[in-house]
């Protein structure tokens, strides 16, 4: 399985590529002052208005390093057909990489409804987190992103 | 940034040291072969994009990102315009082999018509057509009186005189190779113009007083810097040139 890596504070993530829509770099995002800390802001792609969360932020692990390689990866998110995005800003968005889809990995234990980065699997002696979408955010985040689209798109 | 706990950066550039630009005795050598494949190297030259990024750069990419992609969405054609008498003419790319300065055409006795003869092309005799009288376009003379009365060089100089044109305009005759599948024709166009995209839409129907040849081996009309392009239907073109010379 081909799967994106990228770095969140101490944690090396991987998400399956045929969950990622595009990986675009870092651009200025808008912020409303009263936005949560771990949105990062919004921005328009493609005429559309995507919501991107710092999962630096999100996981308390400080900020998203400015880097080149800080980028934003775009997510479908919602029902299928309706071609609604998020974008997923992280840092060492530079590489694709093959992996033994986790069958026997050991799941990652958080609370429930808790941030998430999914179970866990070693990959050439490396620790990666295998990035399970519908889990990653917590129910308040989900709930509040859902305003900030309705917010944002009439 | 510098808290981040990156990836294990090589302690020296070893590559430099051990690898293939230095004295080669780092024992993953022996399965990378070079060190270009090593993923120690790999990780290296990734760390470059742990820089900070240069000022304008998120500005760039928000404006960029942000237009809609119009393009990509739908098929692009590339054509290739030529022109045989008055007329503008286009053939897709991918039926082009070559364009190639005119040389002599050796004529098949007993064979005329829309035979124009063989011509050698690159060692190979193929067949070289009249595609113009095949389209029904009038053949703008070509003989040597002709040439005499209007002299090319001429021609050449007010062309390049003229302020509507920028550059100089020389006119030059091509012999132009196309190919389909295994069968290959020549043709000779009066002169080659250039390759243009277009998308299926910029497609219009032909007008309805073209010849009926031209009309009947025509998909639509193109336009491109005021001038109207016939583009051909590549499969009734070779259709028509298999019935029409066998």
């Known amino acids: 399985m081909l799967v994106l890596t990228f770095q969140i504070g101490t944690d090396r993530l991987a998400l399956d590529i045929r969950q990622v829509r595009e990986v675009v770099p870092r651009v200025q995002l808008r912020q409303s002052a009263c936005s949560p800390p771990w949105l990062a802001g919004v921005f328009v792609y493609r005429g559309q208005i995507v919501p991107v969360i710092d999962l630096h932020q999100l996981a308390g692990a400080g900020e998203c390093p400015p880097h080149l390689s800080s980028r934003i990866i775009l997510v479908p998110v919602g029902p299928e057909g309706e071609n609604r995005l998020l974008g997923l800003l992280a840092a060492q968005v530079a590489d694709i990489r093959e992996i033994q889809p986790p069958s026997g990995a050991v799941p990652y234990i958080t609370n429930p409804g808790e941030l998430d980065f999914g179970p866990v699997l070693t990959e050439n002696g490396e620790i990666l987190h295998f990035l399970e979408l519908e889990r990653l955010l917590p129910e308040p985040v989900q709930r509040q992103l859902a305003v900030v689209r309705r917010g944002s798109l009439p | ?246």
């Open chain 2, 1 to 246: 940034m510098s808290r981040l706990p990156l990836q294990t950066l090589p302690a020296s550039d070893c590559w430099n040291q051990i690898g293939i630009w230095g004295d080669r005795s780092c024992p993953e050598l022996v399965g990378a072969i070079h060190c270009h494949n090593c993923p120690v190297f790999a990780s290296a030259g990734r760390h470059f994009l742990d820089a900070p990024s240069p000022p304008g750069y998120l500005q760039e990419w928000t404006e960029r990102l942000a237009h809609p992609v119009d393009e990509g969405t739908e098929a692009v054609h590339s054509v290739l315009i030529f022109r045989i008498g008055e007329e503008w003419l286009g053939l897709p790319v991918h039926t082009m082999m070559e364009v190639t300065s005119l040389r002599p055409v050796h004529r098949v006795p007993y064979r005329g018509g829309f035979l124009a003869g063989l011509v050698n092309i690159r060692g190979e005799l193929l067949l070289c057509v009249r595609l113009g009288p095949m389209l029904g376009i009038q053949e703008v003379s070509r003989e040597p009186a002709a040439r005499a009365e209007r002299p090319a060089p001429t021609t050449a100089l007010i062309a390049s005189k003229t302020p509507t044109r920028t550059r100089p305009h020389v006119i030059q005759p091509r012999l132009i190779v196309i190919r389909r599948q295994n069968e290959r024709w020549v043709f000779t166009a009066d002169e080659v113009d250039r390759v243009q995209r277009f998308s299926a839409h910029d497609l219009a129907a032909p007008p309805a007083t073209v010849a009926r040849a031209l009309q009947r081996l025509t998909l639509g009309v193109l336009v491109c810097q005021e001038r109207r392009i016939g583009l051909l239907d590549e499969g009734r073109l070779f259709e028509t040139l298999r019935t029409k010379l066998r």
